[in-house]
């Protein structure tokens, strides 16, 4: 079971030497196959951003696949450690809400990790990322270890976390809040194209700015120009022709868009 791939999803960043020693750490227990990272580029302590990215990313993850993931700004506190198996995947990670997009499907099973019956070392009181983390998945990816073994079952319900939904207008239409933000100034929001009204058009306004009708791609638009399109992850996402939306329009994460079904003003 060694050539089973090991994602990593944190808030580290690639600055100081956390990512290598999670990695370093894998090795160590005897985990030989890939290792992938999915991002380390989450904002310090940004839990509601590692649910959208843990579950955008998802149905791109291969059959078997075992997924690190750390943004825990809770790390040495009353916190569990949790292990869970959903979809044909294994996943570790703290109990804040991070890993809600596979708690909630109905396959999962979880487990509170017990590093104790495990016989890893006592932890740090600040990097279980390194000591808890990244060993147990490790092990789970070599086929050393299973789901069901890391632990007992949680001694109380798994922390979920709801990102925002959207929100009707008054007078018709949704308040859609932009959920994050990419390294391009992407601004991208909390509803996917399924969910958009069939066979009628929309159109979004920010304030009292309109930004059109929903396009295909950036080169319908010319350059310095925003523009609304179904993202790679199939979320409504707003964008500048060659700039950032972020920066330009503005619109940081938390901001609102209005959606309207076009041509009725609803």
Known sequence: MSGRHLFF???????????????????AEGFGGTMVDLSHGI?????????AMLEDCLPWLPAGAVVCAVVDPGVGGARAAL??????????????????????QADCTVRAIDPERLGLPMP?????????FAPIAARIAAGLLSVDDTGPAPSSEPVLLDLP????????????TVLYVDGFGNAALNLRSDALPRNAGVEFHLGGRPLGSLQRTYGDVA????????NSFGRIEV???????ARELPLPPGATIVMKTAGTGE
């Open 9 to 27: 999803l944190s808030d580290f960043g690639l600055g100081d030497p956390y990512v290598g020693l999670m990695k370093a750490r894998a090795l």
């Open 124 to 132: 740090s009181a600040t990097f279980h990322g390194r000591d808890v």
């Open 165 to 176: 939904l959207p929100v009707p207008c008054e007078g018709g239409g949704l308040e859609l």
């Open 83 to 104: 292990a869970a198996r959903a979809g044909g995947m294994a996943f570790v990670g703290p109990d804040n809400g991070l890993l809600t997009p596979v708690l909630r």
């Open 223 to 230: 350059p310095g120009q925003p523009l609304v399109y179904v």
């Open 239 to 245: 964008a500048v022709r060659g700039g950032s939306a």
């Open 43 to 51: 904002p310090p302590g940004d839990v509601p951003r590692g649910v």
